[in-house]
């Protein structure tokens, strides 16, 4: 079973425009929450990650909010540019262990 | 610094054909791991080394597959009798020991074809 559930599939942005993604997980015992993005023929690279004592973290034009009791976090993309057209990947361990992903977001900002 | 090397970058194979699939992790990362990635799906977790360990093989989907680590480096991952539902890209990732939280670092990947 997926253990962490992202949401949209894929959404069309204008640049400048904001995009925000959206993660669910099951695992109390999860502690660790990365996104990664990824280009066509390329692996994932870390964007950014946070640890649930944190109920956000900001770097650059990308944000991670972090809800604990919900059990939910989502990435936010300011000022979104061409170049940011990717798909995102959430995710989430234990530790240090194997992470889950999310079924990912394709992202395309439009110029 | 060199990142996470995979090899080859594309392999096609007929079905029934055994495959090898190598991972060279960035020099001094101790963590290795193996995911899938199936056309538009997230990565699936296949096995993971950690030093010296015993490696967690609970992803791998059959007894066909299979993976070792030598010299706590290069990784091999390898597949029998390759089945159609195998097609997909395969990444490796690696991590540094020490730290809390150190990010896994993906190579690009290979993507496998069974014809």
């Known amino acids: 079973q997926q253990q962490v559930k992202q949401s949209p599939q894929s959404l069309i942005v204008q640049k400048g425009g904001i995009s925000i993604i959206n993660c669910a997980y099951e695992?109390?015992?999860?502690?660790?929450f990365p996104w990664y993005q990824q280009f066509p023929g390329k692996g994932p690279a870390l964007l950014i990650a946070i640890r649930p004592d944190v109920s956000e973290k900001k770097e650059g034009r990308f944000t991670i909010s972090f809800n604990k009791s919900a059990k939910q976090f989502s990435l936010h993309i300011m000022d979104s540019q061409p170049g940011d057209s990717a798909t995102y990947f959430c995710a989430a361990s234990k530790g240090d262990y194997k992470l889950s992903f999310g079924a990912g977001t394709t992202v395309t900002v439009r110029a | 610094g060199a990142g996470v090397s995979q090899s080859p970058s594309n392999k096609v194979t007929e079905k029934g054909k055994d495959v090898e699939l190598r991972c060279d992790p960035i020099?001094?990362?101790?963590?290795l791991y193996w995911y899938r990635q199936s056309l538009g799906q997230g990565l699936e977790f296949l096995i993971y080394?950690?030093?010296?360990?015993?490696?967690?093989k609970s992803g791998l989907p059959s007894d066909r597959f299979s993976a070792e680590r030598t010299g706590g480096s290069v990784s091999t991952l390898t597949i029998q009798r390759t089945q159609q539902e195998d097609s997909a890209v395969y990444l490796c990732?690696?991590?540094?020991?020490?730290?809390?939280?150190?990010?896994?670092?993906f190579g690009d990947g290979t993507r496998l074809s069974i014809l």
């Open positions: 020099s001094g990362h101790t963590a």
């Open positions: 990732a690696s991590r540094p020991a020490s730290g809390r939280n150190q990010p896994q670092h």
């Open positions: 080394f950690q030093g010296n360990s015993a490696p967690d």
């Open positions: 695992n109390t015992a999860f502690d660790y």
